[in-house]
T-cell receptor
Framework: SQQGEEDPQALSIQEGENATMNCSYKTSINNLQWYRQNSGRGLVHLILIRSNEREKHSGRLRVTLDTSKKSSSLLITASRAADTASYFCATDPMKTSYDKVIFGPGTSLSVIP | KAGVTQTPRYLIKTRGQQVTLSCSPISGHRSVSWYQQTPGQGLQFLFEYFSETQRNKGNFPGRFSGRQFSNSRSEMNVSTLELGDSALYLC??????????????FGEGSWLTVV
């Protein structure tokens, strides 16, 4: 079963707009990470937020974490065509018998020039 | 610092055959994980190795196996290939999986097509 679920599944915006993606998870976590994947390529690590952190910034990226709601959001400001990719959240559950790091199904972002 | 290297990048196999994929982690990383990515199932965890020992295993049949060598390089093997095994196989490495907040780094993946 999926630990993380991204929302929306697909998002299409105009260049220059902001893009917000959400991630919900089920169990307590040590940390949550966001990754980007360009079509057919490997995943690129974007940002990691620990369970005791509420917000983190990296360039045009802003990530929030609400452990009480078991949710996180990724905001990309002033989007560019190069931001077109799939974005995944990945959780590191505190207790798991299988997956060490569990990925959600991803949000497919299209930025239209 | 070189990234995670996976070979081969692309391969085509016939049903019933077996395949071996290779992964060289980032220098100094001792943990290697494998993931299968398909359009229908998304990213699914296969297994994780640390210091030549399998520490975690995902919910995959025994046809999927792996190993890690003393230099941290890892291989995964899929025997008796099925059409449904067609996927992008991703390898990831990290320095210390036991540390909270540990970032994992992915290779470009190996595209396997089973015909």
């Amino acid at each position: 079963s999926q630990q993380g679920e991204e929302d929306p599944q697909a998002l299409s915006i105009q260049e220059g707009e902001n893009a917000t993606m959400n991630c919900s998870y089920k169990t307590s976590i040590n940390n949550l990470q966001w990754y980007r994947q360009n079509s057919g390529r490997g995943l690129v690590h974007l940002i990691l937020i620990r369970s005791n952190e509420r917000e983190k910034h990296s360039g045009r990226l802003r990530v929030t974490l609400d452990t009480s709601k078991k949710s996180s959001s990724l905001l990309i400001t002033a989007s560019r065509a190069a931001d077109t990719a799939s974005y995944f959240c990945a959780t590191d559950p505190m207790k798991t018998s299988y997956d060490k790091v569990i990925f959600g199904p991803g949000t497919s972002l299209s930025v239209i020039p | 610092k070189a990234g995670v290297t996976q070979t081969p990048r692309y391969l085509i196999k016939t049903r019933g055959q077996q395949v071996t994929l290779s992964c060289s982690p980032i220098s100094g990383h001792r943990s290697v994980s494998w993931y299968q990515q398909t359009p229908g199932q998304g990213l699914q965890f296969l297994f994780e190795y640390f210091s030549e020992t399998q520490r975690n295993k995902g919910n995959f049949p025994g046809r999927f196996s792996g190993r890690q060598f003393s230099n941290s390089r890892s291989e995964m093997n899929v025997s008796t290939l099925e059409l449904g095994d067609s996927a992008l196989y991703l390898c990831a490495s990290s320095a210390d999986p036991g540390t909270a907040g540990n970032t994992i780094y992915f290779g470009e993946g190996s595209w396997l097509t089973v015909v």
